[in-house]
């Protein structure tokens, strides 16, 4: 009698076992699907939203690639430049201090050159062109990188715009079924159509971050530019400051005689 009920116990645990091997084997296959599958599962509507955030994506890892060479240290403050133009100013010698800033095409060179060009009208004017030449540096330097913040804006609009349109999609089904769509149809057509905002959402906020981090390392940059401007032109700021402003050298008024 034991015998007997320790065989169906072991008939019924082998048949409960085969029933769930057999329907995990079932399962598997409907619950795979490719990246790609996911992807554009949102209908002609979702696949065409797709290749936008797709091309946006592509443009912000092309911006955030170009940003990451064009500020690094090196390309904006040369080195050596600073102290080699401060040593010829301190000499007197103007004109190769003016070509050496030309020879090194830079964030730095081009700041101290729009100074050098107004040495002859005194410190006034050698100040406001410095200021000038570094607001111009900063919103050239920023305007590659305000694509950034556009992007990051835009992607997760886009995305949402694709969720919008399916799900309008999904209830039209519904209304044109007289409601006869079931749970699973419904849930499906949703899901598809949040594909779009997860996509829009994974490009904003990589892009938003890189844009922030591109906005104050051009901040620090150009403060730095600003600071080593004023450190290279120190020799000359004492003379310059007692020539009146906007009469080149040796045009100075003489004093009148009574």
Not at 170 to 180: D, I, K, L, N, Y
């Amino acid at each position: 009698m034991a015998a007997m009920a320790w065989h169906s116990q072991f008939s019924f645990s082998a048949l409960w076992l085969m029933a769930q091997t057999e329907s995990g084997i079932e399962a598997a296959p409907a619950a795979r699907a490719s990246i790609w599958e996911v992807i554009f599962s949102g209908g002609p509507a979702g696949v065409m939203i797709m290749i936008g955030l797709i091309a946006l994506s592509v443009t912000s890892a092309y911006l955030v690639f170009d940003q990451a060479m064009a500020l690094r240290r090196r390309e904006i403050l040369p080195p050596g430049l600073a102290e080699n133009v401060r040593g010829l100013l301190a000499a007197g010698r103007v004109k190769e201090a003016d070509a050496a800033c030309r020879q090194q095409p830079s964030v730095l060179g081009f700041v101290l050159a729009s100074g050098l060009n107004e040495v002859e009208y005194g410190w006034g004017p050698v100040e406001k062109s410095v200021e000038d030449a570094l607001a111009e540096q900063a919103a050239r330097l920023m305007r590659r990188a305000e694509y950034l913040s556009v992007i990051g804006n835009l992607a997760p609009m886009l995305g949402l715009l694709g969720t919008v349109t399916g799900m309008l999609l999904s209830f039209r089904e519904v209304a044109a079924s007289q409601g006869a769509a079931g749970a699973s149809e419904l849930a499906d057509g949703i899901y598809q159509a949040l594909v779009t905002t997860v996509a829009g959402l994974l490009i904003a906020i990589p892009t938003l971050g890189a844009f922030a981090i591109f906005r104050n390392r051009v901040d620090g940059l150009i403060a730095e530019v600003g600071y080593l401007a004023q450190h290279v032109f120190a020799p000359i700021k004492r003379p310059l400051s007692r020539r009146p402003s906007g009469l080149p050298a040796g045009k100075e008024p003489r004093p009148t005689t009574p």
